[in-house]
């Protein structure tokens, strides 16, 4: 079964650069695999950050982007903020209409 | 406005089965795939099952392929989950997610609100 791996936690000082990655067990992450990254949002449906691959969602700093690096899909934040301290997960679909999160990455600002 | 409003979620035991709907408007319901996504305590996403723009393709997680049941009625513009034999690490909330395409490719652009359900002795 195809896992979906993520850091479980990174840090970043305020004002700095971090990357969240997202790949696969087997295999590179390309744009086919319609990468999204999502915020976490306690008692919320998550925040949308970035649709298919790098398509930044409507009302989010363009602080936040989104590629394929390597083989693996990456969630960019230039200029950290205290308030993107979060828990951030992606998503990335499989084939066959089968989707799969990350378990997903904690940022410490 | 896109609007996705679950419903059905409540506190069952183990073994217990439960139908959730997701209630949709606000768009071209037939023209969209549909997804439950969930998210257990405490815990990440998961995707659960997805079901293309006419209901005839489904999809399911492996952990519910033979429990969970996806299905939609188009004339209503409802998506519903029937749950069977629920189990504790089942207890999450449900959310109905909106996919941007017909399917099975795309991204899940619009989420509802979510719906608790509780399997618990």
Same mark, same amino acid.
């Given at each position: 079964? *195809? ?5 479980? $936690?990174? %840090?970043?000082?305020?004002?700095? *650069?971090? *990357?969240?990655?997202? +790949?696969?067990? $087997? @295999? %590179?992450? %390309?744009?086919?695999?319609? +990468? ?11 925040? !949308?950050?970035?649709?298919? !691959?790098? *398509?930044? %969602? $409507? ?7 989104? $590629?394929?690096?390597?083989?693996? +899909? ?28 990350? @378990? ?6 | ?10 506190? &069952? ?23 439950? &996504? ?49 189990? &504790? ?33």
């Amino acid at each position: 079964q *195809t896992l979906v791996t993520q850091e479980s $936690s990174l %840090s970043v000082s305020p004002g700095g *650069t971090v *990357t969240l990655t997202c +790949a696969l067990s $087997s @295999g %590179s992450v %390309s744009t086919a695999h319609y +990468a999204t990254w999502y915020q976490q949002t306690p008692g919320q449906p998550p925040r !949308t950050l970035v649709y298919n !691959t790098n *398509t930044r %969602s $409507s009302g989010v700093p363009d602080r936040f982007s989104g $590629s394929v690096l390597g083989n693996k +899909a990456a969630l960019i934040i230039t200029g950290a903020q205290a308030d993107d301290e979060s828990d951030y997960l992606c998503v990335l679909y499989l084939g066959s209409g089968i989707w799969k999160f990350g @378990g997903g990455t904690e940022l410490t600002v | 406005e896109v609007q996705l409003l679950e419903s059905g979620g409540v506190l &069952v035991q183990p073994g217990e089965s439960l139908r959730l709907s997701c209630a949709a408007s606000g768009f071209n319901f037939i023209s969209y795939a549909m997804h439950w &996504v969930r998210r257990a305590p405490g815990k990440g996403l998961e995707w659960v099952s997805g079901i293309s723009n006419s209901g005839g393709a489904t999809y399911y997680a492996e952990s519910m392929k033979g429990r969970f049941t996806i299905s939609r009625d188009n004339s209503k513009t409802t998506l519903y989950l029937e749950m069977n034999n629920l189990r &504790v690490d089942d207890t999450a909330v449900y959310f109905c997610v909106r996919l941007s395409t017909g399917g099975p490719r795309g991204w899940f652009d619009s989420w509802g609100q979510g719906t608790l359900v509780t399997v618990s002795s």
